[in-house]
């Protein structure tokens, strides 16, 4: 069976819906309006490091905050007021002043442009290397924001940066990019609810069980898991489909997190080159 073969199966017979519990795309799931389904979903990417059962905790905790309407409160957010229902919050880099400026940050956005969307394609449509520049660009905007009201001067602690990488600095910017998959993509669990970006643009979100897998199955052999790992992979899985390459992405990643794929059993795996030994 061929490498197309094996990944073709795995992405056609992949339960997707039964594994939605285990990933943070769970969050977004819950909304029906896609301005609420924007925000979960930013929201969700952003805490989405470290262990699944770990940071969705988190996740739920932020979100039951706001009520049915994440869009709704964060529009309409008074940082002085709202700011202790958050109070006690907090996950690993990211403190409670953190959360609440990530928080803060997404209100001005909305105030400044109506939406997520708009400010990412102010960077999409104006650049060659696209999704890169678009990324590069959020990033920038979100820095921008005077973060005096938060912490009382203007500065941007680490526990804020950690939310927001940048390909600038070599970052894989995993999570950003699972956030643009569940934006753009618009079949199987994710959303596509932004439309005008082609879904071949997306970059591979990329976390340590893709990396270890597309290096098993040679899809780079870099061992940093920078941006320009991530674009390699993405460009390996567009050989399978130049369309849609981050089809794969989901049944892939949770390959590793459900401990299917692992370093224990290799012998095991569908992907072992005694039985997938050509493109």
Not at 60 to 66: A, D, H, R, T
Not at 76 to 97: M, P
Not at 133 to 140: D, E, H, K, L, Q
Not at 141 to 156: A, C, H, P, S
């Amino acid at each position: 069976m061929t490498l197309k073969q094996t990944l073709d199966r795995l992405y056609t017979t992949y339960d997707f819906r039964d594994r939605i519990i285990h990933d943070p795309i769970e969050f977004p799931h819950r909304y029906k309006n896609p301005a609420d389904i924007e925000i979960a979903g930013f929201i969700s990417s952003c805490f989405a490091y470290g262990r699944v059962e770990l940071f969705k905790p988190v996740i739920n905790k932020v979100l039951s905050k706001m009520g049915e309407s994440p869009f709704i409160f964060l529009r309409q957010f008074n940082i002085n007021k709202q700011k202790d229902l958050f109070s006690g919050i907090k996950y690993r880099f990211n403190e409670t002043g953190d959360i609440v400026c990530l928080l803060y940050a997404i209100h001005r956005i909305l105030k400044d442009f109506g939406s997520l969307e708009t400010l990412f394609k102010l960077g999409y449509n104006n650049s060659d290397d696209k999704i890169a520049a678009a990324i590069s660009y959020f990033v920038s905007e979100i820095l921008r924001i005077n973060t005096t009201t938060v912490y009382g001067k203007n500065i941007k602690t680490h526990g804020f940066l950690q939310f927001l990488p940048s390909p600038t600095k070599g970052s894989s910017c995993k999570r950003i990019n699972l956030f643009l998959r569940w934006m753009i993509r618009d079949k199987d669990i994710d959303f596509g609810i932004w439309k005008g970006i082609p879904k071949n643009k997306l970059v591979i979100p990329l976390d340590t069980h893709i990396a270890r897998i597309s290096k098993c199955l040679g899809f780079t052999k870099r061992s940093s898991q920078d941006w320009k790992t991530a674009v390699e992979i993405t460009e390996a899985l567009k050989i399978f489909d130049p369309e849609d390459p981050l089809k794969y992405d989901f049944a892939l990643c949770h390959q590793g997190i459900s401990k299917l794929c692992s370093k224990m059993n290799c012998k095991e795996c569908d992907f072992n080159y005694g039985v997938v030994n050509t493109l």
